[in-house]
């Protein structure tokens, strides 16, 4: 889905190294959120933010941090980033407004991490 | 707590097959439910959804019918086509939480 951007798609980095993954949407969706996938874990969330000055974690929000400087973006940190954090990313965004309560997830294509 | 439990795969099937990817879920309350589909490489695209009890949602030769007394939401094609293959992922929506399955990955061979 072109709405949802997610940048970069592939990143190969150290361990130790502070990196940040970008997302932005042009679908004016208020709700935003960070998946992680792995191969027979399915997704699961990491963090998701409900309006810019609202931040929650996920199930696995340890090691990473996020950002939301707009409605429009939400951006996900890994401080020092660590093999076990080699995995494909997503960001997703949703709809809170009236008559949307039953709105699906709007997914970006996603970046790939590789942490050597 | 809420959860969906989908079928294991891989799945393997002839063009022109009859597919049926099984989906149950436990919720609290009413969620609406969900499939979604990814192709290599990309990300994850809704493919069908239906918010109530014996809603039946439809896309592409896809079908899912809402089942509450079941609790399942199973996939169904008629006819596979080699463009078909994919992960297919079921997942609900309750309040403002997302569910998801683990995927079930669907290969379709000439």
């Known amino acids: 889905d072109a709405d949802v951007t997610q940048t970069p798609r592939n990143r190969i980095t150290k361990t130790g190294k502070r990196i940040m993954l970008e997302c932005s949407q042009t679908?004016?969706?208020?709700?935003m959120y960070w998946y992680r996938q792995d191969p027979g874990l399915g997704l699961r969330l990491i963090y998701y933010?409900?309006?810019?000055?609202?931040?929650n974690k996920g199930e696995i929000s340890d090691g990473y941090s996020v950002s939301r400087q707009a409605q429009a973006k939400f951006s996900l940190s890994l401080e020092s980033a660590i093999p076990n954090q080699t995995a494909l990313y997503f960001c997703?965004?949703?709809?809170?407004?009236?008559?949307?309560?039953?709105?699906?997830?709007?997914f970006g294509n996603g970046t790939r991490l590789t942490v050597t | 707590g809420d959860s969906v439990t989908q079928m294991e795969g891989p799945v393997t099937l002839s063009e022109e097959a009859f597919l049926t990817i099984n989906c149950t879920y436990t919720?609290?309350?009413?969620?609406?439910l969900f499939w979604y589909v990814q192709y290599p490489g990309e990300g994850l695209q809704l493919l069908l959804k239906?918010?109530?009890?014996?809603d039946k949602g439809s896309n592409k030769g896809f079908e899912a019918t809402y089942r509450k007394e079941t609790t399942s939401f199973h996939l169904e094609k008629g006819s596979v086509q080699v463009s078909d293959s994919a992960v297919y992922f079921c997942?609900?929506?309750?309040?403002?939480?997302?569910?998801f399955g683990t995927g079930t990955s669907l290969t379709v061979i000439p």
């Open positions: 997703a965004t949703s709809d809170s407004r009236q008559g949307s309560y039953n709105s699906p997830l709007h």
């Open positions: 679908k004016g969706h208020d709700r």
């Open positions: 933010s409900f309006d810019v000055k609202d931040i």
């Open positions: 919720a609290t309350g009413y969620p609406s």
């Open positions: 239906a918010t109530k009890a014996d």
């Open positions: 997942a609900l929506r309750m309040g403002n939480q997302f569910y």
